[in-house]
């Protein structure tokens, strides 16, 4: 009945840093870069950033006077080659979705290859989404559904 | 955020995507919505408001009956916010990977 086919929205971005430098770039330095002033739990107040680097680990924004504000959730930890993290930054409860972040040598480079797949719910859904029960957000982001066109 | 969260929100609830996946083959009445879902037709009549405050779904009158549709310019929304989400992130990260560059390239006697 319905795709499987949930990814969209993908991205793809070379910068003239090793992968290593490239990926630590992106994960521990990630405050001396990232748009806080905009894309953040806080805007214009998180002094830190925080990356825990392995799988399970929360990715999370903090400000200057403690307060926290979380990004996601690790799911693979593969430095400097990739990291799959969970993505649901200060959005409202139950919505989530997933980051694929690859970084491959390109000449002297690196392609920043970003994969961000359809919106899965957390929790006690997360099952249900596995047994294809739960098909909703594969529309959200998913490719075109052709029945819903002819509506 | 501004005109996202009310998406997300909606997108948020279980109940609520699977009303939207239904709505995919065609519109539906409520109580076509509501057969075979475990919540009661007030319940769906309920997540449907949800769904239309946030631009998702579409009602119109037909005959005695109320149909739903899916109103795909609200899933795009939500894509269109992913999407310029990752490249102002990424105009911000290559800038900072190029100036990075640039010092180490200055460091570097050649």
Redesign the interface.
Known sequence: MTTTGTMTVEKAYDVPLSPADAFELFTRRCAEWWPLETHACHPGEVAEVVWEEHAGGRIYERTADGREGEWGIVEVWDAPHRIVYRWHPDWPAGSDSRVDLRFEARGEGTRVSLTHTGFESRGDDAERVHEGYDLGWDLVLGERFAAAAAG | ?NDV?PV??A????T??????R?????RSVSELAAGLPVSRPAVSQHLRVLREAGLVTSRRDGTRQLY??E?AG?EV??TY??S??????A???????E??AQAAEETPR
């Open positions: 955020m969260n997300l929100d997108l948020g609830d279980a609520r995507r699977q009303v939207l996946d709505l995919r083959s065609g519109p549709r899916l795909r899933l939500l894509r992913v999407e989400f990752w490249d102002d992130v990424f911000a990260f290559s800038a900072a990977a190029t990075r560059a």
